[in-house]
């Protein structure tokens, strides 16, 4: 299992509680290319193969355009990738678990690179701010698909 580079000048941890069943949530966090549907951070996503490890993906969010590699995918429990984006490289981990009749994602991310070291303070409030922003978008998605 690939996880966070916990050396990382930029590194951020976010985690939410989802009342709904793990596949819900898993289903919407592995349909990439519909991310730009409901996290209005993400602007552009398209996968150049089925969900699973060594897939590769080009997105565009926040900071500008990434090329992601799916590293490891269990549903309904662990989807995490690599990602370089204009000298950064970035690893991110997603895990779901499930207690007590809700669903708990945690995730966290790491940077690293020229410009994660240069522009510390600013890429660390960024990757927090990203981190939540999404977390809070998938539970919305969550909630609004269930009303439906």
Do not use: Y
């Amino acid at each position: 299992m690939v996880s966070i580079n916990k050396e990382a000048p930029v590194l951020a941890r976010a985690e939410i509680e989802i009342e709904a069943d793990q596949e819900t949530v898993w289903n919407i966090l592995v349909d990439v290319e519909a991310w730009p549907n409901w996290n209005p951070d993400v602007k552009l996503c398209l996968a150049h193969g089925e969900l699973e490890a060594g897939t590769q993906f080009q997105w565009k969010a926040g900071l500008g355009n990434m090329t992601s590699v799916l590293q490891n995918v269990e549903p309904p429990h662990l989807l995490a990738w690599t990602g370089k984006m204009m000298g950064l490289n970035a690893i991110h981990v997603c895990e779901i678990d499930f207690k007590d009749g809700k669903t708990i994602v945690k995730t966290e991310e790491s940077w690293e690179g020229l410009v994660s070291s240069e522009m510390h303070d600013r890429m660390q409030e960024n990757l927090e701010m990203l981190l939540q922003s999404c977390l809070k978008h998938l539970k919305a998605e969550v909630k609004r698909l269930s009303s439906l």
